[in-house]
């Protein structure tokens, strides 16, 4: 389900946490035996049908893997595994705001048995931008809002 706000398709909590969630499976299963699957899921999902999209999804899924392997440990790699979450939980919120509503709960339906299948149900990350009180201007947020983030690990 989703809410039209001023011509815009605002995703309730529930779709939200299905994206976040299932960017953090994508980013926990990098390099697991999980990987494999997940990997195609998610690249199916997103490519909608299309086998040229799909095959650039797997590119970007591939680019995520690559840039989990070289952040290394410590705090660089926390850094990069934050950027990554939030970069594929913003995708598929992209994704889940752009299909009719029946579309939406089959596609959010498959992520969460993309979720199941990752090492420790992946971490839940979320990254809620509140802009409701902002002015949009050249590309850039003027005003207040807030955002909240929540990692679990």
Known sequence: MSV??????????????????????????????????????????????EEGREQAELERLDQTWAELESAGDGVRAERVQTVLVTRWQTRLEMLLEQLPDEERQQVAAELQALVQQAPGHAPVQNTHNDFSHATFSDSQVLGSGTQNNTINR
């Open 4 to 49: 039209m706000r001023r011509g815009v398709v605002v995703l309730v909590e529930g779709l939200i946490a299905v994206a976040a969630a299932s960017g953090g499976a994508i980013v926990q299963a990098a390099g697991t035996d999980a990987w494999a699957g997940i990997r195609s899921g998610v690249a199916r999902i997103l490519g909608r049908g």
